[in-house]
């Protein structure tokens, strides 16, 4: 039992920080799929957390993966928003198939899953894709990761048990199995293979 608390534990505290890291304010957002200006995660992390003692920071060289200089670039696209993480700054570049997919995932959702939803950024990392958002029908957070972190994720408070919660919970995983199709291809295409002249 005590295994499966920490775990639960875990996944608690990913998702809270996820959610601080999700929330960040970014300015000046554009339309059709235009280039935002750059989030500043710092600036707006460190609000969140200011008075949370639990909190712990990686020093820098902690940070597996991450350098001060990968680059971010958002883009709003119908109503959504689309950041791409990358080493330089045409690993941010979007492409026309990237706008397209981020489209069809948020129309699929709301046909196949719930109509009412706020969804969060959509984040395309070089091995790995994380969406979430929050379905107002039933006050329940989730996460979508695929990659180094494959899995759905939910978070919510005192759900009641009951068929139709039971019929959302497998429409969402049955969702995320179309979701982790549709952005491995979008993942695929973005790699880049070396040529040698």
Request: aromatic share 10%.
């Amino acid at each position: 039992m005590n295994i499966h608390q920490n775990r639960y534990d875990e996944i608690k505290d990913l998702l809270r920080k996820s959610k601080m890291i999700l929330e960040q304010e970014t300015n000046d957002y554009a339309y059709s799929g235009e280039k935002l200006g750059q989030p500043n995660l710092a600036k707006s992390i460190e609000d969140k957390i200011q008075n949370d003692l639990d909190y712990e920071t990686a020093e820098e060289d902690e940070v597996e993966g991450k350098s001060p200089s990968d680059k971010a670039q958002a883009y709003r696209i119908s109503g959504g928003i689309m950041v791409l993480h990358g080493k330089d700054e045409h690993d941010t570049d979007i492409t026309t198939d990237d706008k397209i997919a981020f489209q069809e995932t948020m129309d699929e959702f709301v046909e196949e899953v719930s109509d009412l939803v706020d969804f969060n950024e959509l984040n395309v990392y070089p091995n790995n894709v994380e969406w979430s958002g929050k379905v107002i029908d039933y006050d329940l957070e989730f996460v979508f990761s695929i990659g180094e972190t494959n899995g759905v994720y939910i978070n919510g408070k005192m759900m009641k048990v009951s068929d139709d919660f039971l019929d959302f919970i497998t429409k969402l995983k049955q969702y995320y199995d179309k979701f982790k199709s549709k952005w491995a291809k979008v993942l695929a295409s973005r790699k880049k293979t070396p040529t040698n002249d």
